[in-house]
């Protein structure tokens, strides 16, 4: 988290729990807007097999969340996918480390960020993604 202090106000919680060769790792962060990380990866040995990053506002509204549930098999990055502003994209690059520094990128206004005002991540938009009003972080 060293690398991410200038968007990471506090470390709320973080959680380790080991069963057999399996391994779950559970993070909440504050950011410095006041929004919050709610990261989760399972892992057995060093391959990351489930997981879910979720960016939620102050509200508690989902801001973007990446995510492998399988319950979007027309994405085609399958399981692998992104939820924004209701929509389900494809995910190219789903680590863990591509997800912070999306988040800092678009906290820090950084060129090729994607964030919205909030009244913009409500409306749908017609891009031919998937609209989807849930989200997996938990």
């Known amino acids: 988290m060293e690398r991410y202090r200038g968007i990471v106000a506090r470390l709320e919680k973080l959680e380790l ?3 057999g060769d ?3 790792e559970k993070a909440t962060a504050a950011l410095v807007d ?3 990380l709610h990261l ?3 892992r057995r040995g060093d391959k990351v097999i489930a997981y879910s990053y979720y960016w939620l506002s102050q509200s508690g509204e989902t801001i973007e969340g990446w995510d492998n549930a399988p319950h979007h098999p027309e994405v085609e990055t399958h ?5 924004v502003g209701g929509e389900v994209r494809p ?3 789903p680590s863990l480390e591509a997800f912070l520094e999306h988040v800092k990128e678009v ?14 991540q409500q409306k749908p938009r017609r891009t031919g993604t998937t609209r989807h ?3 997996a972080y938990t």
């Open 17 to 19: 729990t080991v069963r």
């Open 133 to 135: 009003t849930g989200h």
């Open 79 to 83: 399981p692998h996918h992104r939820h």
């Open 40 to 42: 989760r990866q399972i």
């Open 34 to 36: 006041g929004s919050k």
């Open 107 to 120: 906290l820090l206004g950084e060129p090729g960020s994607t964030k919205q005002p909030a009244e913009e």
């Open 91 to 93: 995910l190219e690059d």
């Open 22 to 24: 399996i391994v779950v």
